[in-house]
């Protein structure tokens, strides 16, 4: 039993383990059974909840309690068929729910605290966490204060808000300005205790979505898959050059298995910045503006006859130190180019999926697509497909203890893990590793 407990999500675990200490009589969990499949197979609800839910705010209001949601544009994509018209697409919510760990995370609707000064933090915290079994509501120590909500998830026990600062801090032209976007993360900890179990939520870190920022507007669009340990982003811009109309396409891949207190949204020239010796595995192309273009990309090397010459490929260096995020992988257009997946000015995109060392996109294609992004050649009805890349690096064989992941870093601080010396192996073998595996494709539907 524990070999297999090793194996599940760490609150899945606590949660069978809660569970099995004190068993019902087979015949209630018979009737347990019996009603829920009665219910899926009539497509019906058991029980109804309504939740109050915060709306967001205006910007010229004074509410006490402000919430700005400002979720990612959509792509200009819908189904039409004669006169009858469809969605193809829908916004992402301003909650979300996590099958694998079974609680609901949703800005509530604030009430007044009048014990309460207006400073304090707790008048920001919108979200909460609902756990339907056992009706138990916490609220997210994460201030939505002066800052506009892109998008939440929340997977294998990692609460993610991508958020943008509520000013901008760059005009970009003379209709558009750029704001900062930041990632934030925190630990859901099911604990167990007397009763059933009890949730924790611990910050783990922070880092910047994208090194320039981003519009937020209906034409600037990225989407993003998490989980326990690594983060991807896949950004889709278009390109404002008056010499180039491809729009402009990147990914990028964090390790987020390490804790850190740095908050680079309170640092904004970067000073406090703790220092990381770290490389990339493939060219950062477009990303940081060193790319195949320019010559601040390329090195020097020695040839056999002594004379130098330059190398837009340089041998990784070792990894020293790792504190925090970091970038593990960095694809832009060459990379996207070679296994298939530039979306161009019809992107095919559904949303991304990660698991431990392979990143999915899934795109999807309708015959009946209409709008700006539809397909030029659509398919004969309907077209799903689905590719896999391999990101990550085969990890050592010692399997990553999920206790010590879910460790804040303040115990770090105190108390030095017994597994350092496994996470700098595991971070320095992600960097400087080959990542080996086929790329992966799988596709259904009637195409052709």
């Known amino acids: 039993m524990s070999r297999d407990f090793a194996n599940l999500n760490n609150n899945l ?6 569970t099995s ?8 969990t018979f009737a347990l059974v019996a009603r829920r499949y009665h219910h899926l197979r009539r497509g019906s609800a058991r029980v109804v909840e309504k939740l109050q839910m915060a709306r967001p705010s205006r910007s010229d209001s004074n509410e006490l ?20 018209t469809a969605e ?4 992402d919510p301003a909650w979300w729910y996590s099958r694998e760990d079974g609680v609901l995370v949703y800005p509530a609707e604030v009430r007044d605290r009048p014990n309460s000064p207006s400073s304090d933090p707790a008048h920001g915290y919108v979200y909460h ?9 916490i609220p997210v120590p994460f201030d939505v204060r002066r800052k506009h909500i892109r998008r939440v998830r929340l997977a294998q026990g990692v609460l993610i808000f991508e958020w943008a600062e509520e000013h901008p801090y760059h005009q970009l032209n003379d209709r558009e300005v750029v704001h900062r976007h930041f990632v934030t993360a925190f630990d859901v900890i099911r604990t167990p205790s007397s009763s059933a179990w009890t949730w924790t939520i611990q910050f783990r870190s922070e880092w910047k979505l994208h090194f320039l920022g981003l519009p937020i507007n209906r034409s600037d669009r990225f ?10 982003v896949y950004f889709w811009q278009p390109n404002r050059s008056l010499y180039q109309d491809d729009p402009i396409e990147q990914l990028a891949v964090w390790d987020i298995s390490s804790p850190s207190p740095y908050r680079p949204s309170e640092d904004p020239t ?3 910045r703790p220092p990381v010796n770290r490389t990339i595995s493939m060219p950062a192309g477009l990303w940081n503006g060193t790319g195949t273009h320019g010559g601040s990309g390329l090195h020097t090397t020695t040839t056999t006859a002594g004379k130098p010459r330059k190398s837009a490929s340089p041998e990784p260096e070792p990894v020293r130190t790792t504190t925090g995020p970091q970038v593990i992988r960095r694809m832009a257009w060459r990379e996207l180019d070679f296994y298939g997946l530039r979306q161009r000015a019809n992107p095919q995109l559904r949303n991304l999926s990660l698991d431990d060392r392979n990143l999915y996109f899934i795109e999807e294609e309708h015959r009946w697509t209409e709008g700006q992004h539809s397909s030029l050649s659509p398919p004969r009805v309907h077209h799903v497909k689905c590719t896999g890349i391999p990101i990550v690096p085969c990890t050592p064989a010692v399997p990553i203890p999920l206790v010590s992941v879910k460790e804040g870093w303040e115990r770090r601080e105190r108390e030095p893990s017994p597994h350092a010396h496994y996470y700098q192996a595991l971070f320095t073998s992600t960097i400087n590793d080959p990542v080996y595996g086929p790329i992966w494709v799988d596709q259904c539907g009637a195409d052709g």
Do not use: M
């Open 270 to 272: 970067g000073h406090n």
């Open 21 to 28: 200490r004190d068993l019902p009589p087979w015949s209630e």
């Open 88 to 91: 193809f697409h829908y916004p």
């Open 129 to 137: 966490i609902l756990d339907p079994a056992t009706g138990t509501q």
């Open 223 to 232: 989407f993003s898959a998490h989980t326990a340990t690594h983060y991807a």
């Open 13 to 18: 675990a606590v949660e069978i383990s809660c």
């Open 65 to 84: 309690f402000p919430f700005s949601f400002k979720g990612v544009a959509i792509w200009n994509r819908y189904l039409r068929l004669e006169e009858k």
